[in-house]
T-cell receptor, first 111, second 114 residues
Framework: GQGVEQPAKLMSVEGTFARVNCTYS??????LSWYQQREGQAPVFLSY????GLKDSGHFSTFLSRSNGYSYLLLTELQIKDSASYLC????????????FGGGTRLTVRP | EAAVTQSPRNKVAVTGGKVTLSCNQT?????MYWYRQDTGHGLRLIHY???????EKGDIPDGYKASRPSQENFSLILELATPSQTSVYFC?????????????FGHGTKLSVL
């Protein structure tokens, strides 16, 4: 089977950082994506990772450890407008084009 | 920028009625998806498609049918709507097996079944 888990909520402070965690179990991992979703809007693609390690993309960075079934999205220099839900999604190599999403983490950035 | 358009934006249906949600994409993507999103469950995959004429069951297909008559269009059909199908439905397109793992989502359809 396949499962993708995320903490439901996260709170942080403007100007600091936030790390959004994602753990997964799958029989055929083929990559992991991160999406941002604002209240009442559609998810928007942020990043895709398939190799272990940290992928630095400026304001958003992503880390992957395939052996541990673990990824995180790191947001630095937080702004109030970063308050949103962040979704991770796993692509299963054994299931064609099927993407399985986690429940999402609602990040609140306070002043 | 890739475009995915859903219709209707909002829908109120009665229990036992038939509901059709439509999705159109102008990206020439092979793959299209239907997800529903409920509080506490995130996005759950209902049906997806690899191309015209293809439909595949996702993780929660019961009570739903899908139709992909063309590359551009993908419909979700609720033959006998139930209140438990009240949700926000998102359509998406992408070519995740082509090395480009980015999905483009429509704005969503809010469905209420009374």
């Amino acid at each position: 089977g396949q499962g993708v888990e995320q903490p439901a909520k996260l709170m942080s402070v403007e100007g600091t950082f936030a790390r959004v965690n994602c753990t997964y179990s799958t029989s055929g991992f083929n990559g992991l994506s991160w999406y941002q979703q604002r209240e009442g809007q559609a998810p928007v693609f942020l990043s895709y990772v398939v190799l272990d390690g940290l992928k630095d993309s400026g304001h958003f960075s992503t880390f992957l450890s395939r052996s541990n079934g673990y990824s995180y999205l790191l947001l630095t220099e937080l702004q109030i407008k970063d308050s949103a839900s962040y979704l991770c999604a796993v692509l299963n190599n054994n299931a064609g084009a099927k993407l399985t999403f986690g429940g999402g983490t609602r990040l609140t950035v306070r002043p | 920028e890739a475009a995915v358009t859903q219709s209707p934006r909002n829908k109120v249906a009665v229990t036992g009625g038939k509901v059709t949600l439509s999705c159109n994409q102008t990206n020439n993507h092979n793959n299209m998806y239907w997800y529903r999103q409920d509080t506490g469950h995130g996005l759950r995959l209902i049906h997806y498609s690899y191309g015209a004429g293809s439909t595949e069951k996702g993780d929660i297909p019961d009570g739903y049918k899908a139709s992909r008559p063309s590359q551009e269009n993908f419909s979700l059909i609720l033959e006998l709507a139930t209140p438990s199908q009240t949700s926000v439905y998102f359509c998406a397109s992408g070519d995740v097996r082509g090395g480009n793992e980015r999905l483009f989502f429509g704005h969503g359809t809010k469905l209420s079944v009374l």
